[in-house]
């Protein structure tokens, strides 16, 4: 089994939306705000539950501090201090506004429950980027256990540069694949549906400019040179399927199999070498305030099976 680093970027996307829109912040996975939609009305009838009960013994607190000031007030006939009075008010406050104080107290379980009830219905592109990645993540999972799959990685490069006609300067890849068949960066899709992306760029394109800034960052930090850093695209729908110029398009099941298949290009200590440099997920660098050493070559490749390898990509230095 592969081993897997972080987590399911739509995820915590999803999760971190639902938690500022009042979402109880007890629910930390996708799974758990599920079933805390299953449950809220159930939540309710406890809150409701749970504030009679205060306003119950609210109420006999009162009736026995107003009865002993009763006494007092009998005993101090001609100084009272009135407290018995202040007592019976709050008394008439507490029965009068009963339901509405219950209410008020139940508001904030009201908004998470509308919420809730929503997330399907307004938020169903989100659920599906999270099972998609639910499915691809299940699938890497299955790697044999000298890969390293890193998920929800953020790169920032301080001096960006025109990339395929358009500034490149950060990227987040779904998941990164490490091992001794090289380095994959993979973007995770689940269509239904044919994609429309306007200005947008294209599944094909978010992966190769990931590719290519995570490349630059594995030149600069291992100064390992010739480091392949290949663009895939894994579909969680057999009927959606993407081509684009050196990115290979997947289904999510057949991505061992593809890997099987390829060439032992780096070594033991490449491997941990990058998977040290990834693990934190959060990379921003600056590749301009020094020159990578140049070492000797170590990374070989078959040429016969470089029809899909980043060429173009690496050799836009």
């Known amino acids: 089994m592969a081993t897997l680093i972080g987590s399911s970027g739509a995820g915590d996307d999803l999760i971190r939306k639902l938690h500022d829109m009042g979402v109880s912040r007890s629910c930390t996975t996708i799974r758990e705000v599920m079933e805390r939609r299953e449950a809220i009305d159930q939540y309710i009838s406890l809150e409701r539950s749970r504030q009679e009960r205060l306003i119950e013994r609210e109420l006999r607190t009162l009736k026995k501090n107003m009865r002993k000031s009763l006494i007092l007030d009998y005993l101090l006939f001609f100084n009272k201090n009135k407290k018995s009075e ?63 799959v890193i998920s929800d990685v953020k790169i920032a490069r301080e001096n960006g540069q025109k990339f395929d006609g358009k500034m490149l300067k950060s990227a987040r890849v779904d998941h990164i694949v490490v091992g001794r068949k090289g380095v994959y960066c993979v973007e995770t899709k689940n269509w239904n549906s044919k994609w429309k992306y306007e200005d947008k760029p294209t599944p094909g394109e978010q992966a190769r400019r990931a590719s290519h800034l995570l490349y630059k960052y594995l030149k600069y930090a291992c100064n390992l040179n010739g480091v392949k850093v290949m663009s895939i695209v894994l579909y969680t729908n057999s009927t959606i399927k993407g081509k684009e110029d050196f990115v290979r398009f997947l289904k999510y099941d057949d991505f061992p199999e593809y890997l099987s298949s390829r060439p032992e290009i780096l070594t033991d200590d490449h491997v941990s070498r990058i998977v040290d440099i990834l693990r934190d997920r959060e990379i921003r660098f600056d590749d301009s305030l020094k020159e990578p050493v140049r070492v000797e070559q170590t990374i070989t490749a078959d040429e016969d099976l470089r029809e899909l390898e980043m060429d173009v990509i690496t050799s836009g230095d």
Not at 93 to 114: C, D, F, S, T
Not at 119 to 147: F, I, N, W
């Open 86 to 148: 202040e007592y019976m008010m709050r008394i008439n406050h507490l029965q009068v506004n009963r339901e509405a104080i219950i209410e008020n107290g139940l508001l904030y379980l009201y908004r998470e429950k509308e919420v809730l009830d929503r997330l399907t219905r307004e938020y169903r592109s989100e659920l599906k980027g999270y099972y998609g990645e639910l499915l691809v993540m299940d699938a890497l999972k299955q790697l044999s256990d000298d890969y390293y």
